[in-house]
Each structure stands twice: as structure tokens, then as C-alpha cells.
């Protein structure tokens, strides 16, 4: 059983299971499938808003010249930024400011399932409107890989594949719907994921559809 079972009990009952048994693990992967109830959900959701509000959604450029397909943001004392010069993380958001706070509805899922003794430095907030998508990639941009990566997912369901360490070979993929979270670790932190699609516009938490999912890393 997962270390954090349990732990939605102590946040009285926010989460969608007071003891999670449904943990799925797929190829390393921790998938709490529904962990965060609708409440839950328009919490986090209220707090993506806040976060857009002071460090407003952009389209970075990939390395290669190409305008990704998902919009993005970021909160915490680091934020992911590419450009024509390369992914890296950056303290302050491309219009100057430094990026806001970690919310603490979403600081909460990271204590629950994280299963470390120390706050993540970033929580990147990815927004895929209609036909976005993300290709497979590793996250290797932060110091240290003995911490995990939680993501959580709000919105319309995307079909998220999970592939090897290294490049290429056989994948599984998995449909992440709204309130689903995944703990990326251990054995598995290096292990290359991407989302193919989102099915636009299956759920009604966002008014205008779309899917948005939230990674909390630990940077230094
Ligand atoms: O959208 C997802 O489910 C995954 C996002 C992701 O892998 C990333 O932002 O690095
Ligand atoms: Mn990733």
C-alpha cells in the first residue's frame, strides 16, 4: 500500500477517498484514479485562476522553433520556460514578475501522496485546449531525481502514455480524467510519458472545455 493511504482522512474528507485504496501502479507509476472529489476539484481549480490572474497562461516556444501546442504557467519559487535557447526553469514569469505562491489546496495533494519531507519549488500548470497534446519527453530539468513528480489532472480526459527510461520501445497508455492524480518516482521518475489527446470538451468543470494538469517538482 501507497505510504500516503490514508492521509484524506486528516484533510477531513477533501480528497475523494478517505482511505485510497485504488491505486493503480502502472509501469512505476502511482495513478490515484479520482483521488479529489468535485469540491476538491473547484478548489484546485480556484486556485489555477488565482495563479493565471498574477502570472497570466502563455505559449512557450520549443528549442527547435515550434510554438507548443499546450499553454502554460507556472506557480512557485521556479517556473518551466522554454525558448529558442532551450527548457529550463526560471524565477520569474516571461513578463517580469516573480511567479506566485503554491496554492495550498494544491500544496495539500502534494503532502498526501508525495510521500517526502520537503515542498515542491514548482508547480507548472499546463492548459490544453482543443488538439493539444504533449510529446513523449522526460522530466530532467531538475537537480535531483530522487524526488518525485505529482501531477494532477482538472477538466476534459486525456489519453496519457507511459513509455520506457529510455527512448522508444513498447508503451501503455491510460485516460487520466478530472481529479486523478499520478505520483512519478522512484524507478519510474525518468521514465518518458506524453499525452497523445485530450477528448475535448467531456467534462463540465471547465465552462469553455479543456483539460489542465498541474506537476509539483522540487527544482533544487
Ligand atoms: O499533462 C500531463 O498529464 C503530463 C504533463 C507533463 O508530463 C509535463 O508537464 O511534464
Ligand atoms: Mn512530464
Redesign the pocket.
Known amino acids: 500500500m501507497h505510504p500516503a493511504s490514508g492521509i484524506g482522512v486528516g484533510n477531513g474528507g477533501i480528497f475523494g477517498k478517505e482511505v485510497d485504496m485504488s491505486v493503480l501502479t502502472l509501469r512505476g507509476f502511482e495513478i490515484h484514479k479520482d483521488f479529489l472529489t468535485s469540491e476538491a476539484q473547484s478548489a484546485v481549480l480556484e486556485a489555477v485562476r488565482s495563479v493565471a490572474v498574477a502570472a497570466p497562461v502563455f505559449s512557450p516556444m520549443t528549442p527547435y522553433g515550434k510554438p507548443m501546442s499546450v499553454r502554460m504557467t507556472s506557480a512557485g519559487k521556479y517556473g518551466w520556460f522554454s525558448d529558442r535557447t532551450g527548457y529550463r526553469y526560471v524565477s520569474h514569469h516571461p513578463g517580469g514578475a516573480k511567479w506566485p505562491a503554491i496554492p495550498a489546496p494544491i500544496l495539500d495533494i502534494w503532502n498526501a501522496v508525495a510521500g517526502v519531507d520537503r515542498a515542491p519549488d514548482c508547480c507548472?500548470i499546463?492548459f490544453?485546449g482543443e488538439g493539444a497534446r504533449?510529446g513523449m519527453?522526460q522530466?530532467k530539468d531538475e537537480a535531483n531525481f530522487s524526488w518525485p513528480v505529482v501531477?494532477v489532472?482538472l477538466g476534459d480526459d486525456?489519453l496519457?502514455r507511459i513509455g520506457n527510461t529510455e527512448r522508444g520501445g513498447k508503451t501503455e497508455s491510460i485516460w487520466?480524467t478530472s481529479g486523478d492524480v499520478?505520483v512519478m518516482g522512484g524507478d519510474a521518475r525518468l521514465t518518458h510519458?506524453?499525452?497523445d489527446k485530450i477528448r475535448f470538451g467531456s467534462s463540465r468543470l471547465l465552462p469553455k472545455g479543456g483539460?489542465i494538469?498541474l506537476?509539483l517538482r522540487v527544482v533544487d
Request: hydrophobic share 35%.
Open positions: 507548472l499546463n490544453y504533449m519527453h522530466d501531477s489532472s486525456g496519457f487520466l499520478v510519458h506524453g499525452v483539460r494538469n506537476t
